[in-house]
């Protein structure tokens, strides 16, 4: 579910710090198709600029959950920008 996914991810950004490498555990994470790449743009508030969120992990729970976010290398985060539903239109708003 989601909640589970969030600190599978979470736990992976901590051995990411102490290691350095960053790898996904539990379930699949990976970047989107080219056909909906252009669905993730969207401007990430806290350094004034967009960019593409298409990495994505799954959940489950009784829908086909994603959770959409962009690696930032410079901070050592994965910046959330959605949670919901496999997207088929633009996640920004």
């Known amino acids: 579910m ?9 736990a992976d950004v901590i051995r990411w710090r102490e290691l350095g490498i960053l790898e996904m555990s539990g ?3 990976r970047g989107e198709h080219e ?8 401007e990430d508030v806290e350094v ?9 992990a799954y959940f489950t ?4 959950g994603r959770i959409h976010f962009f690696v930032d290398t410079d901070r050592y985060e994965l910046v959330v920008a959605y949670a ?7 996640i920004g708003g």
């Open 48 to 56: 004034g600029e967009t960019r593409c969120f298409d990495a994505h």
């Open 27 to 29: 379930k699949t994470a």
């Open 84 to 90: 919901g539903f496999k997207i088929d239109r633009h």
């Open 35 to 42: 056909q909906r790449k252009k669905f993730c743009y969207v």
């Open 61 to 64: 729970g009784g829908i086909p």
């Open 2 to 10: 989601l909640v589970d996914r969030l600190k599978e991810l979470s």
